[in-house]
């Protein structure tokens, strides 16, 4: 919370001492002007006659609109923005035109303090606690805002990780520091851990984080007489509510896209394409997608260049036959595209405009549509950073609404390199970028992955191994990435040379095609000795089997998220906001509520020292129990990534597939890991359709009450037991090894271990 002497009658920062003494001069000089003026000064930002307003947008936030007034005296409309959803907001519980006295008014449940002849803002709880403080500069329309203890968080993808407080954000997008950080993806929320969120929908500007105060600067030919900013407090779970109401719930993806996903650079012809695809499936490693590049970037890819939607004929010689070939060995098919029009904007579902323009995207998505409907599965939209914002929504927004068009009742995919604040509700899923296969960018992205959730973007991941690979790209490292990499929503290995992104390549001894063209100078191939080491292609097989294992309780993430916004790959302070051991960790996360996960990010590591919060914790490779409230070192081999489950866990664990869409009759197995009482709710769908929407689900609740050593299953309400019913479940108590069948009919259940 904000700390320091107050005007306001307790601690707040230093700045609103200033601002005391601000305010008492002009108070006086204003006294004096009323003794002469019939009414008060107006209200003036940058010179322009302006409008405040506070608006309560909910229990716990509020919306800070100042909009200049035309000739007429009428203010400029606030424009909502291409990320918030639209929607009618209340009335303002207070207007300002004028320079008055101190006022102070209840917003939902906060309390807000104007002193409107320093355009400050004090914003109180419903008990009297500080949220915080912001002071719009009468001069420049810079925002001021009091940054509190603890962490800095959010603010979208790339920069300054993990706490972002010490250093300045554009809110642009673009490549600052790509190799390390990844695409700079701005997302104008910004978290202060100590328990408020600040979300910046006008004017486009800089966070500067880097003194005592914070500051956002509009960029210089935005409004600097325009400010809309919307304030919310509460617990970690209420700021990402908040955030997801004001732009967007997640989509729920179709339940593929949550297994592997196989990239392709180059391919030399449709042999090698069909080849790739048959040692797959030989070596029963699961692979759910193959993704194919285009041609202009690689010597062969699935099209004839960039922007073309013509195929390959070396590669693809017969293109519908060839999917549907790909489509009979349960792959689907992701295709790379660039060449975007630079002004996109519009709706697939909106008519055309009389006058025909290339960047409606409604005839972009035209150019889509011989090639989506020979079954092509999911897009790659690459580039997209000279486009703006709104643009960058509008693109995003058409392979959500075209995809649709064109395969009816068929949840979409596509996987975007830029993104923006509210990209979310599109189905838009977003990776990192052309990073660079070092130690360091691995050990960056972990926090990366974290802000990306916090920002809203929760479908995230990175190109396994590194994009650009570096004398440092070894078989240990991209075993550690592929570890890392299997905890990331986006499970995906992508880069160059290709070879050395298949799990099977790191023992063949040949680096295939190089690849380097174009590469930057600091890119090397990796060392030959490297390519006959035959312990990656075993790790990397049991962290794919594992992630299909655990998919049920990835999938019931996944509900969770489009449900209430919190992301999947969580900051531990979202559920240990009071512990500052726990809070300023951003080395480690939490895989939904129940799982720890400490990716090794050190070159040649014997050890892993990590933190685990409060409460009992089980070591998921042993079974091991251990308290938390405590920093500890974890040993570990080159298989091993530590994985901690909470005490109080019901962890569904299904059997391992080669592919998502595999039949299997074998039961779910339910691991209780006891110590606490604990709950979870079991999500299924047919995870190809929107038929869910409709009621076509599955939530069964799991409840284990420690002391009686009780598990209870029962249907959610307004749930229903799919088929086949009824279901089979085996039961596992840790440590014990031991099983026991259940079974749910839909009629609840109890079972005493």
């Known amino acids: ?128 606690l500080p949220i915080q403080e912001l002071y719009v500069d009468k001069q420049t329309g810079t925002l001021r805002f009091a940054l509190g203890q603890g962490p800095l968080l959010g603010l979208g993808q790339g920069g300054v990780q993990f706490d972002r407080r010490g250093s300045k954000h554009l809110m642009r997008t673009g490549a600052l520091n790509l190799a390390l950080n990844g695409m700079r993806v701005p997302v104008p929320w910004l978290i202060g851990t100590a328990g408020w969120g600040l979300y910046v929908n006008r004017p486009r500007g800089e966070f500067d984080l880097t003194e005592n105060q914070g500051r956002y600067t509009p960029f210089e030919g935005e409004p600097s007489a325009s400010l809309d900013v919307f304030v919310v407090a509460g617990e970690p779970a209420d700021l990402m509510a908040e955030y997801a109401r004001l732009t967007g719930l997640p989509t729920m993806p179709p339940l593929w896209t949550l297994g592997y996903q196989q990239s392709h650079r180059t391919v030399a012809d449709r042999n090698a394409m069909f080849k790739i695809a048959g040692q797959l499936r030989e070596k029963k490693l699961p692979c759910d997608a193959l993704i194919y590049l285009g041609t202009g970037w690689c010597p062969s890819g699935w099209n004839t260049w960039h922007g073309s939607f013509t195929f390959n004929d070396k590669v693809f010689p017969e293109p519908e036959r060839d999917i549907k070939e790909l489509h009979s060995k349960h792959f689907k098919v992701i295709l790379h595209v660039v060449g975007e029009p630079q002004r996109l904007f519009g709706s697939v579902k909106d008519a055309s405009s009389a006058v025909a323009d290339v960047n409606e995207i409604r005839d972009y998505w035209e150019k889509h549509n011989a090639t989506s409907r020979m079954g092509v599965d999911g897009w790659w939209p690459d580039v997209g950073e000279r486009l703006s914002d709104a643009s960058r929504l509008a693109r995003i927004r058409m392979y959500w609404e075209g995809s649709q068009r064109d395969h009816p009742n068929v949840r979409p995919y596509a996987l975007h390199r830029t993104g923006y604040a509210g990209m979310q509700r599109f189905g838009g899923w977003l990776w990192s970028g052309d990073v660079n296969s070092t130690w360091d960018t691995l050990r960056t992205h972990v926090a990366v992955g974290i802000n990306t959730g916090l920002s809203g973007v929760p479908h995230w991941g990175t190109d396994i191994g590194g994009f650009f690979s570096t004398k440092e790209l070894t078989g240990e490292l991209f075993v550690r990435w592929f570890q890392f ?269």
């Open 485 to 753: 990499g299997a905890f990331c929503p986006l499970f995906r290995s992508h880069g160059r040379p290709s070879q050395t992104r298949f799990p099977w390549g790191w023992n063949t001894g040949e680096i295939g095609e190089p690849e380097m063209d174009g590469a930057p100078e600091e890119s090397s191939l990796p060392d030959l000795a490297e390519l006959r080491n035959p312990r990656v292609e075993p790790i990397c097989q049991k962290y794919l089997e594992l992630r299909y294992r655990l998919m049920p309780y990835l999938y019931s993430l996944v509900r969770e998220t489009h449900e209430t916004g919190m992301p999947i790959m969580r900051a531990l302070w979202l559920h240990y906001g009071d512990d500052p051991n726990a809070v300023t960790r951003g080395d480690q996360y939490l895989w939904g509520r129940d799982l720890l996960v400490a990716p090794v990010i050190e070159r040649g590591a014997t050890a892993r020292r990590l933190y685990l919060p409060r409460g009992a914790w089980y070591d998921f490779w042993t079974d091991a129990k251990v308290e938390g409230g405590q920093e500890l070192s974890r040993e570990v081999d080159l298989e091993t990534m530590p994985l901690y489950v909470r005490a109080g866990t019901i962890l569904p664990l299904g059997p391992v597939k080669q592919h998502m869409g595999e039949r299997s009759d074998a039961p779910l197995t339910l691991t209780v890991y006891p110590g606490a009482d604990g709950a979870f709710r079991i999500y299924e769908d047919d995870g190809t359709t929107f038929n869910f929407e409709k009621g076509e689900f599955m939530k069964i609740r799991c409840e284990w009450t420690d002391f009686s050593r009780q598990l209870t299953l029962q249907l959610e309400s307004g749930s229903k037991l799919l088929p086949p019913g009824p279901r089979k479940f085996k039961v596992r108590v840790v440590p014990s090894n031991e099983t026991r069948e259940m079974t749910f009919d839909g009629k609840r259940v109890r079972m005493r271990l």
């Open 1 to 128: 919370m904000p700390t320091g002497p107050s005007y306001w009658g307790y601690k707040t920062s230093s700045l609103f001492v200033l601002l005391l003494l601000a305010w008492t001069a002009a108070a006086q000089t204003t006294q004096t002007a009323r003794s002469r003026l019939a009414s008060p000064p107006p209200l003036k930002i940058a010179g322009h006659a302006v409008e405040a307003t506070l608006t309560a947008v909910g229990e716990k936030s509020l919306r800070l609109s100042i909009s200049p007034l035309d000739d007429s005296g009428t203010p400029l409309p606030v424009p909502d923005g291409p990320a918030v959803v639209k929607r009618n907001w209340p009335a303002p519980v207070l207007r300002l035109r004028s320079i008055t006295g101190q006022q102070t008014v209840k917003a939902g449940g906060l309390v807000v303090t104007v002193a409107p002849d320093t355009l400050a803002f004090r914003i109180d709880n419903s008990n009297g």
